[in-house]
């Protein structure tokens, strides 16, 4: 390691070389990994064709990615997502090198190159430089305000706040950097004054006025204009986020404010324990040599990490299940970026401490960085990662000519929206975002783009909107899986959609011609696995919509490809059980029926772990009362009375409304305890009067 009496400037020789070398290692690694087109990740989808169309997308809008992010897509090189793909490696590894220099800047070179390559490898900076989202653009602009204001000089203040403002027109995130920007900057601004506060403050609102991008776009009407912020209450209402208050997701309205701090906290230790791996007590220990040595710039970096790490985390109050840590993931590259900054201390002060350790210093921080390569090398390769396309072509071909597609949740949506938008693939579709059918600007733009079709309030759960949408539209009315139907509107599966009002008559069938790019490949986030769950769900639908006695070979096959898509979905080895027994084949019945259990079960847990709604919970350990209902049926004709027994106890404890348990009891009772066997058939009816089997023998066992 460089010692700390080595004169090596920004610019030499030494540091040249090792940003040579640094880009050299990370460019083929974030260009080899990019996805070949629309990746399934959050509102990936959106940005894409708001940037693509130069429209406006949620909430706060984003003007500095949608215009960054059009400009870039001018460049002939490939496919609109890609192109959108590489623009956020471009910035991601703009900001690694931006790190680079402060860092080495600080320091020295070396432990600079050494911080800088891991954040590099973080798994999270590679998850969002490689997706059409503004994070890696948001990462590139914390890198280079730090940068800036660590540099100084009379200029840094008012070019800092220009930054900040421009770069809060990207993401609002970013003002948890105000407080250690002040800090750093804080000589400069005492020596300046009131003039140089009164000045960086217009610079700031320089940069901030980008958002005047929004009305302006927005009163041409593009294709995508959420909110509509032409008008002035739309327009303050999206930059301030209205709709969210001071949340990050309005799912977190649902618990106490704190909540879920320590599970979120603890959550984030593992994130930094995975992406800086041995580096992580050096950083320890070089944020108290910064203590120590420069007190004003470790209380900048704590505060960044503070603000943007645990005080975040608090406000932000998410649940630790997979949807929501996917949400929170991309924040934590904020607070990363301090945690690198005392990495890159610690390597330096120990290297000025014990001049004779430097070999082994660098020999642990390449192990480190080979930890960290290696724990997130496959997650990471998104190279054959097709499936957001792929899906919502599968969506668009399983309708005809003139219909109308609903569907609601962000990943499935939006990748419909890229298709038809930027593809151009089959406009005769018209596809209705259920979860915005109800919003002014959306029936505004609809009206405009869309004249032909009536819309109505769709997310209201109401059968008579549905009803009234599907009479006052000319074409046949289809949903994705993801929508939610109210329960009397009928619905019939055709293949990854469903046929909402089914017309008479056979349909075709349009599972033969889907792509099934996913199949056989482990999932790694969150959003490419729901994609795969949308499939489970179409393949057990047609299971259900055929019977549980109608089930066929080819119903089988299907049953089983769902398990492959989702193996968290307990109903797909339930209709396994039920195609099986169907043929008195209890033995198997009996094996497909205990895997149902088990997922069930699994759930439960899951759901305890990740502070789950007790409503969803309640939900879980009703429907696993079915699963055990039909195990101990399966039992039962195996021979097995006494696992029966038991096994309808457990569907009793999990549901105690379940009328069939207590028959079946009933039966397993009988001729060995009469007296039960009167308790659980009276039981039975209590719980169903219309239950003809258990009145007939009640009857039979009172005549006695």
Not at 102 to 125: E, Q, R, V
Not at 667 to 679: F, L, N
């Amino acid at each position: 390691m460089t010692g700390p009496a080595e004169d090596v400037h920004p610019g030499k020789p030494p540091e040249r070389a090792l940003a040579a070398l640094l880009l050299a290692l990370l460019v083929p690694l974030y260009l080899y990994t990019l996805p070949p087109g629309l990746p399934p990740y959050r509102d990936a989808g959106e940005m894409a064709s708001a940037a693509w169309t130069l429209g406006v997308a949620h909430q706060p809008g984003y003007p500095l990615y949608i215009l960054a992010a059009r400009v870039f897509s001018h460049l002939p090189l490939g496919n609109p997502a890609w192109l959108l793909n590489l623009f956020s490696a471009a910035a991601g590894l703009a900001g690694v090198y931006a790190f680079f220099r402060l860092a080495g800047a600080a320091f020295s070179p070396l432990p600079a190159f050494f911080a800088a390559l891991l954040l590099g490898l973080n798994f999270t900076l590679r998850t969002v430089s490689s997706v059409p989202e503004m994070y890696a653009l948001n990462f590139l602009l914390a890198g280079a305000l730090l940068f800036c204001a660590c540099a100084g000089g009379r200029r840094a203040p008012a070019l800092t706040a220009f930054l900040l403002g421009l770069g809060m027109a990207n993401r609002m995130d970013l003002v948890f950097c105000a407080p250690a920007l002040l800090l750093l900057l804080w000589p400069q601004l005492r020596a300046g004054g009131w003039p140089l506060f009164l000045k960086s403050c217009g610079f700031f609102f320089l940069g901030f006025s980008l958002y005047l991008y929004l009305p302006l776009r927005s009163s041409g009407w593009p294709l995508f204009d959420w909110s509509h912020p032409a008008e002035a209450a739309s327009f303050l209402a999206v930059i301030t986020r209205k709709n969210y208050g001071s949340t990050l997701d309005l799912i977190s309205l649902n618990y106490s404010t704190g909540q879920l701090f320590w599970p979120n906290l603890k959550y984030y230790a593992g994130h930094l324990w995975a992406n800086f791996s041995l580096l992580l007590p050096f950083a320890a220990g070089g944020a108290w040599a910064e203590w120590r040595s420069d007190r004003r710039r470790f209380l900048a970096f704590a505060a960044l990490f503070a603000a943007s790490g645990p005080v975040f985390l608090f406000l932000a109050n998410m649940p630790p299940n997979p949807h929501a840590l996917a949400i929170v993931e991309p924040y934590y590259l904020l607070p990363d970026l301090a945690v690198a900054f005392w990495a890159a201390a610690g390597l330096f002060y120990a290297g000025a401490a014990f001049p004779r350790a430097r070999a082994g210093l660098a020999a642990a921080a390449l192990l480190a960085a080979g930890l960290v390569f290696a724990s997130t090398a496959y997650g990471a390769n998104r190279r054959w990662l097709f499936a957001a396309e792929d899906y919502a072509a599968d969506a668009l071909r399983s309708v005809p000519p003139g219909s109308v597609l609903v569907a609601k949740k962000d990943v499935q949506l939006f990748s419909l929206w890229y298709l038809q938008a930027v593809k151009g693939l089959r406009p005769d579709v018209e596809v209705v975002a259920q979860g915005l059918s109800a919003s002014p600007w959306y029936r505004a733009s609809k009206a405009r783009y869309s004249p032909r079709l009536t819309l109505a309030n769709l997310n209201a759960g109401s059968e008579a909107e549905w009803f009234a949408f599907r009479a006052a539209n000319a074409g046949p009315l289809y949903a994705t899986m993801d929508a939610e139907l109210p329960g009397k509107v009928p619905g019939a599966p055709r293949g990854i959609v469903t046929e909402v009002y089914p017309a008479a008559g056979a349909a075709r069938d349009p599972w033969p011609f889907y792509a099934y790019s996913r199949l056989g490949r482990p999932y790694r986030d969150f959003f490419d696995r729901d994609l795969g769950t949308s499939y489970a769900q179409a393949l057990m639908a047609a299971g259900a919509a055929r019977g549980t006695a109608g089930l066929g070979s080819d119903d089988l096959r299907r049953l089983r490809l769902a398990a492959v898509f989702d193996g968290d979905i307990p109903d797909a080895p339930l209709y396994e059980g039920f195609y099986y027994s169907s043929r008195n084949e209890w033995a198997a019945a009996r094996d497909r029926f205990l895997a149902s259990v088990g997922i069930y079960d699994r759930l439960l847990r899951l759901s305890e772990k990740y502070y789950s709604l007790p409503s969803l919970k309640a939900g879980l350990q009703s429907a696993s009362a079915y699963a055990w209902l039909n195990y101990g049926v399966a039992l039962e004709k195996t021979g097995d009375r006494a696992g029966a027994e038991q096994a309808y106890l457990s569907a009793l404890a999990a549901n105690p409304r379940l009328a069939d348990a207590h028959y079946n009891l009933a039966i397993v009772y009988w001729g060995r305890d009469w007296g039960r066997v009167r308790h659980e058939l009276e039981q039975t009816l209590l719980l169903n009067p219309a239950h003809p089997q258990a009145g007939r023998y009640l009857a039979q066992l009172r005549g006695r």
